[in-house]
């Protein structure tokens, strides 16, 4: 097959939706499939890589193709999505796809536009559909009906979750397939406690609550840190950047909290697993989530996880099974779910080993990458059959 997808970011820009495209784009090569991706060039990527201005690149056997944004804000937007539809457009009329896979918005906007006579397959993530308000109002109103016209243009919308895929049909999705993230399981594995607190500078009888997270609201970092307060000594690293940090930090300082709540910051992706596994129990209390890749990772480190019952992580987390749910924007009730995981063990072990379970099972990327494959071939077939 050839397959021309389309990301508004892609390595070395780095992020949950970056990383699924990257691992779908370079097993489909390995598979001996052609896939070229046409995407941003945006400001300074998240990890150190030499070539990140190069227009025309390969990595890993992937054709990356990268368009110019302008720094404006919405403005930048607009044009470096009609710049990544023109690059398409010629691509496409040198190389003949056999359907295009654009991956969340504005790139998918891009594929409805480059769709013509193509198959159009669509991946949802999470907040490209408006779902979640982490954008003011007004920009989501206008975004809201390109969107619509985006999805009902596609002939699949994958979905990573039933929650999202519930969405898409609500704003007019035809054909919804879901397939979850993945997890790479060779990172986020099983590590030493004691040996990592130790080279961390932790003591190794404290209760650490540890929670990786975009400082942004849908998060709910603020009501965590409140869950947090009533239990005595126990201490909370909160790992991530974003635009509420600021507010978070004087949280901490109204509530007299500062020996007890950490943020670090962000941290490279590769460097989590030694944090979660320090943890007494992972805690992030999302108020919208489309999936929640945090939660595999911690589940995937056979840490007990607390989430909220919100979107994709009911996807995830079988409340007092593999996890444990509660209501989001509760500051009590996740209190009381934390302080039951750090003083019943047996409890505590059980979720964290079923968990585990749950993710050798289900978000492998071993098996996330052959369910994708499947929907291919089916867009493939199709084509096939008109």
Not at 122 to 131: K, N, P, S, V
Not at 161 to 180: F, I, M, W
């Amino acid at each position: 097959m050839k397959i021309l997808m389309q990301q508004w970011a892609y390595y070395p820009w780095v992020g949950g939706a970056e990383i699924f495209t990257q691992h779908l784009a370079e097993y489909m090569v390995a598979k001996g499939h052609q896939v070229d991706i046409v995407t941003g060039m945006l400001g300074q990527p998240s990890i150190e890589y030499a070539d990140w201005r190069k227009e025309v690149d390969v990595i890993n056997g992937v054709n990356v193709y990268r368009v110019k944004v302008p720094g404006i804000k919405y403005a930048g937007v607009l044009a470096g999505v009609l710049r990544m539809f023109a690059r398409s457009l010629k691509l496409d009329s040198q190389y003949d796809y056999d359907f295009i896979h654009s991956h969340i918005y504005p790139a998918m906007v891009c594929g409805a536009l480059s769709k013509r006579n193509k198959k159009l397959l669509i991946t949802l993530q999470g907040g490209d559909i408006g779902e979640f308000k982490e954008s003011a109002r007004l920009i989501r109103t206008l975004e809201t009906p390109s969107i619509i016209w985006t999805l009902r243009r596609a002939d699949l919308v994958h979905c990573v979750s039933t929650y999202l895929a519930e969405a898409a049909k609500r704003l007019g999705a035809g054909n919804v397939a879901v397939v979850p993230n993945g997890v790479d399981t060779s990172v986020f594995r099983p590590l030493d406690r004691h040996q990592l607190r130790e080279k961390l500078g932790y003591n190794a009888k404290e209760k650490i609550i540890v929670s990786t997270s975009r400082l942004t609201p849908k998060n709910g970092m603020d009501y965590l840190i409140k869950a947090i307060k009533p239990l005595g000594n126990v201490k909370l690293i909160i790992i991530g950047e974003g635009e509420q940090r600021k507010s978070l930090e004087n949280l901490v300082r109204s509530l007299k909290m500062k020996n007890r709540v950490i943020l670090l910051g962000a941290l490279p992706h590769r460097e989590l697993p030694q944090y979660l596994a320090i943890a007494d129990a992972f805690c992030r209390p999302s108020v919208n989530e489309g999936f929640g890749i945090s939660f595999i990772e911690s589940m995937a480190c056979r840490i007990p996880t607390i989430g909220t019952a919100v979107g994709g992580i009911t996807d995830i987390i079988n409340n007092g099974e593999n996890g444990m749910l509660v209501p989001p924007e509760d500051p009590g009730t996740l209190s009381k779910a934390i302080q039951k995981v750090i003083e019943d063990g047996t409890m505590a072990k059980r979720i964290a080993a079923n968990g585990y379970q749950t993710v050798k099972e289900k978000f492998t990327w071993e098996r996330v990458l052959k369910d994708m494959e499947d929907v291919y071939q089916i867009l493939a077939s199709d084509r096939a059959a008109a």
